[in-house]
């Protein structure tokens, strides 16, 4: 990655490109709208205009590809939408609030990333003079999971069920999400554990992730039979497995690995995005993504436990006694 560094009235500006080409082209592109007054610092700029200087000023100088491709997919996902027309100036913490709010059912972690980011815009906008009060100064964020083990949300489980019907991955995604599989007991689930007559399944083992190997489950409690759900049913049956043959295998026969389940859920993913409206470039999906980083296979085996306990809720009468308390 090439860098130039220059300076107009006072201010240091950085601009970084893959080719001399391309920098050089850039670097004009930059000096012409600072000449030109079309990027001025003012009390009247607007949220969108700001986080675009603040990402191209403070952020793309001091960071790597990855970690600008995540501060643009937060503000493109969640904060444009919200509040980019907004003037700065009149941007309140209820606003910002009501941006981590549009987050809930995300991992804790995905949230105060949103948060950060929220703060970084607005600091630097409170240093530059831009605003007085800093409405981010104070932010809170809403109640969410303390892990990566949260449930999907509705628009997750939309494509994730879309992508499903055309991906090579598709029933060993369904399978976590209907059947509440952790991914390390997918590993492991071979054809005499299918009974297809009867609509279970049994887990008896799990892939050791230390090791890649096939061991015990991770607890007692661990090995258990589960229904098949009707709609895996058919799916299931064309398989045709031997008792002693993995469901989900390699192309030698082997059962998946850690990295090759990495691979699967990677592939799936970048479906999901182009599912979502992601262009490609050779190949490769252009950021911004719009599928959350924190959505692991994990989540559906946890989308499927709150699942069953809604379930439950529904389904169990509650009994109130009428008599007084004592």
């Known amino acids: 990655m090439l860098r130039e560094t220059f300076t107009f009235e006072g201010k240091r500006y950085d601009v970084k490109a893959k080719t001399e080409k391309e920098l050089i082209l850039k670097v004009a592109e930059k000096k012409k709208a600072l000449e030109e007054g079309s990027i001025t610092l003012n009390k009247g700029m607007t949220v969108k205009k700001w986080t675009d200087e603040w990402l191209q000023t403070y952020v793309e100088p001091n960071v790597g590809d990855a970690t600008l491709y995540a501060y643009k997919c937060r503000i493109k996902n969640y904060i444009t939408p919200s509040i ?3 003037r700065l100036v009149d941007v309140r913490p209820l606003h910002l609030r009501k941006i981590l709010n549009s987050a809930a059912g995300y991992s804790r972690d995905h949230i105060k990333k949103i948060r950060y980011t929220l703060v970084q815009i607005f600091t ?38 879309k992508v499903a019907e055309k991906h090579p991955a598709g029933l060993w995604v369904k399978l976590m999400l209907y059947c ?4 390390q007991e997918t590993a492991a689930l071979q054809g005499r ?8 399944l049994k887990i008896e083992n799990a892939l050791k992730r230390h090791d890649n190997t096939i061991g ?9 039979t589960v229904p098949i759900p009707d709609i895996l049913l058919p799916e299931l049956r064309t398989l045709k497995v031997d008792p002693y043959e993995y ?27 182009i599912e979502m409206g992601c262009k490609t470039f050779k190949n490769a999906v252009v950021p ?20 069953i306990r809604t379930a439950q809720t529904f389904r169990t009468p509650v009994y109130r006694s009428t008599s007084p308390r004592n």
């Open 84 to 86: 980019g027309n907004m």
């Open 124 to 161: 630097k906008a409170q240093r530059n003079k831009l605003i007085i009060n800093n409405p981010a100064e104070d932010l809170d964020i809403p109640r969410a999971e303390n892990n990566t083990r949260r449930s999907i949300t509705d628009t997750e489980r939309t494509y994730i069920l």
């Open 180 to 183: 509440g599989l952790r991914p």
């Open 193 to 200: 554990h299918l009974d297809l007559k009867g609509g279970n």
């Open 216 to 224: 015990d489950t991770k607890s007692r409690s661990g090995k258990r």
């Open 247 to 273: 469901v989900f295998k390699n192309r030698d026969g082997s059962h998946m690995t850690t990295a090759g389940m990495r691979t699967r859920w990677r592939s799936f993913k970048r479906e999901m995005n």
């Open 288 to 307: 911004p993504y719009r599928v959350a980083d924190d959505l692991v296979p994990y989540c559906l085996r946890h989308t499927y436990c709150t699942d």
